[in-house]
């Protein structure tokens, strides 16, 4: 898909092509039951094209803001959900939340109406822009992407649209972090090609001082399309495209991770082998 064959999805525009922008609950190593918001929903739409991305290789990588999907759908979608069995309503679904105009909006409606723990994915790109900052205030838990600890690593592994740099993301980090009354996270996704670069990625770390660092391996197979259920789980037998394993670290190597970072930046320290 284009860029320009995005349309704005409303409430009446329901069906096979642009099915519920709410899914789950699933259950999640970090946050128990968690409902998922897809502000995105018709296409893979992102600021990075990750090498691990559980979308597959992104098909619009874009830093511009847009309506996707108007709060009333998003809404009206809630209603017909399971939100009742949800520990947290986590906005991430098929690309960047905070390239939605609407996100703010969306998260304080959805947290009126349910009463849950609101919480967004981002990979920080566009947290320079004070009205993605006040957004993403909305929230109640922001995790905030953070694969490597310079720039030619930035490019290799989360491969951002053009003049985005690592240097940029953390400087606007910092200022989300003295701005944000939540719960931040950093959120670091460990293969063999980044694990030795621990100790840069704690001095990134301190500079940023989250509430917690989060250690996560690409478990999640690497589709060769997308398709809506890469968002959350799927029956892997049906998935209408190939799937490919991707090189993980192992228990050990992540326990020597953990353990690096608690000791040089005294931080709490959570790892999906921690489960
Ligand atoms: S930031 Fe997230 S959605 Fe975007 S490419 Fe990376 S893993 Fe995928």
Sequence with gaps: ?????????????????????????????RFGSSL????????????????????????????????????????????????????????????????????????????ERTGITTHVLTNGTLLHLPEVREALCAADRVSVKLDAPDEEMFQ????????????????AT????????????SQVMYMPVNQKMTGELCDLLNRIRPDEVQLNTPKRAYPAGWFVETRGRYDRDSAP?????????????????????RERTGLVVSSIYGE
């Design 36 to 111: 998922g918001v897809d502000l995105i929903l018709q296409a893979s739409v992102c600021s990075f094209n990750c090498v691990y991305c559980q979308l597959g290789s992104i098909q619009i990588v874009t830093l511009e803001r847009r309506l996707f999907v108007t709060t009333d759908r998003v809404m009206a979608d809630l209603e017909k959900s399971d939100w009742r069995g949800a520990d947290l309503v986590t906005f991430s679904g098929s690309g960047e939340p905070t390239l939605a105009l609407n996100l703010g909006e969306a998260v304080r409606a959805v947290g």
């Design 174 to 185: 910092v200022k989300f972090r003295a701005e944000f009354t939540g719960h931040l996270d």
């Design 156 to 171: 290799r592994v989360n491969r951002p649209a053009s003049n985005v740099t690592l240097a940029g993301i953390v400087e």
């Design 1 to 29: 898909m284009k860029e320009e064959e995005l349309k704005t999805i409303g409430p009446g525009d329901e069906g096979r092509l642009h099915p519920s922008t709410v899914y789950g609950p699933v259950s999640s190593w």
């Design 241 to 261: 495209a190939k799937l490919s394993e991707l090189k993980t670290i192992g228990v050990e190597d992540a326990g020597e991770v953990e353990k690096m970072i």
